[in-house]
C-alpha cells in the first residue's frame, strides 16, 4: 500500500477547534471553475496572468532588496496609500500608522482579530454567511 501524501497529514492532525470547518468557498468555487473551464473571479483573481507593470514592480522590488517581513505593523507607503484610498472612497479620514492593518487576504484578517481579541468563554456575535459553519 502506497504512502499518503504528505498533505494528507495536515489534514489527519487539524486542532480540535478546526475540525468542524471544511472546505473554503473559495475552493469550492476554484473547483467549478476547473470543472467547467470559467473564468475564476471567485477570490477577486481571473486565471490569467496580471497586468505587465504589475509584474515588472514585482520583479523591481525584488532586484532593490524588498525581500524580507514587513515590519510587523506595516509597510509606511502601503499603509498611506490604504488609508488615502479610503478616505477617496468613503470620506473618512484614517490614521495610516495605527488604524490600518494589511493582511494577505480576509481569512487571515478574520483569524488575526479573533486569535487577538477574543478569549475561552467570551461571547460573539456571528453574522451570516459565518453562522453556516457553526
Same mark, same amino acid.
Given at each position: +500500500?502506497?504512502?499518503?501524501?504528505?498533505?494528507?497529514?495536515?489534514?489527519?492532525?487539524?486542532?480540535?477547534r478546526?475540525?468542524?470547518?471544511?472546505?473554503?468557498?473559495?475552493?469550492?468555487?476554484?473547483?467549478?471553475?476547473?470543472?467547467? @473551464?470559467?473564468?475564476?473571479?471567485?477570490?477577486?483573481?481571473?486565471?490569467?496572468?496580471?497586468?505587465?507593470?504589475?509584474?515588472?514592480?514585482?520583479?523591481?522590488?525584488?532586484?532593490?532588496?524588498?525581500?524580507?517581513?514587513?515590519?510587523?505593523?506595516?509597510?509606511?507607503?502601503?499603509?498611506?496609500?490604504?488609508?488615502?484610498?479610503?478616505?477617496?472612497?468613503? @470620506?473618512?479620514?484614517?490614521?495610516?500608522?495605527?488604524?490600518?492593518?494589511?493582511?494577505? @487576504?480576509?481569512?487571515?484578517?478574520?483569524?488575526?482579530? +479573533?486569535? @487577538?481579541?477574543?478569549?475561552?468563554?467570551?461571547?460573539?456575535?456571528?453574522f451570516?454567511?459565518?453562522?453556516?459553519?457553526?
Amino acid at each position: +500500500m502506497a504512502e499518503p501524501p504528505w498533505y494528507a497529514f495536515v489534514y489527519m492532525n487539524v486542532a480540535k477547534r478546526l475540525e468542524k470547518f471544511k472546505t473554503t468557498i473559495f475552493t469550492q468555487m476554484s473547483s467549478l471553475a476547473i470543472k467547467h @473551464g470559467a473564468i475564476n473571479l471567485g477570490q477577486g483573481f481571473p486565471n490569467f496572468d496580471g497586468p505587465e507593470f504589475v509584474k515588472e514592480a514585482a520583479i523591481q522590488g525584488i532586484k532593490d532588496g524588498k525581500n524580507q517581513y514587513a515590519r510587523g505593523y506595516g509597510v509606511p507607503d502601503l499603509n498611506l496609500a490604504v488609508a488615502d484610498r479610503f478616505k477617496k472612497d468613503t @470620506g473618512l479620514v484614517v490614521d495610516p500608522e495605527k488604524e490600518v492593518t494589511v493582511t494577505s @487576504g480576509c481569512t487571515e484578517a478574520i483569524a488575526a482579530t +479573533m486569535l @487577538g481579541l477574543i478569549n475561552s468563554g467570551d461571547e460573539v456575535i456571528l453574522f451570516a454567511p459565518l453562522l453556516r459553519f457553526l
